[in-house]
């Protein structure tokens, strides 16, 4: 910890160019993954500006986990199983589900049927 404490970082902070903000009342944040969602509840987050770009810092004390039951697979995945098996993306997308994400296989499902 830095002798000093927030006075000392903030002007710190100041020297770096960064503008630093406690946003107030956030209810939660939900981080959204291709398998699952981390839902953060009641926690305090603070953004620090630079010139174009934004830091966002959250702390948390309540924590939950949940699977995603329709997993999220990128574009890139899904044109790529278009591609290399000749399909629409609609098929690509339920290969792609039934091989659990897994690329080999879902090209492997649709090209050998």
Do not use: Y
Not at 53 to 82: K, Y
Not at 86 to 94: L, M, R
């Amino acid at each position: 910890m830095m002798r000093g404490g927030n006075r000392q970082m903030r002007r710190m902070l100041d020297k770096m160019g960064l503008d630093m903000n406690e946003i107030p009342n956030v209810q939660e944040v939900i981080i959204k993954t291709d398998k699952k969602e981390i839902i953060l509840s009641k926690p305090a987050v603070t953004e620090m500006k630079a010139k174009d770009n934004s830091i966002f810092q959250v702390v948390a004390n309540g924590i939950e986990e949940r699977e995603l039951e329709v997993q999220i697979f990128s574009d890139e995945d899904i044109q790529l199983v278009c591609q290399q098996a000749n399909v629409s993306e609609e098929q690509a997308k339920n290969a792609l589900a039934e091989s659990k994400g897994d690329l080999a296989r879902a090209i492997l499902l649709l090209t050998t049927k």
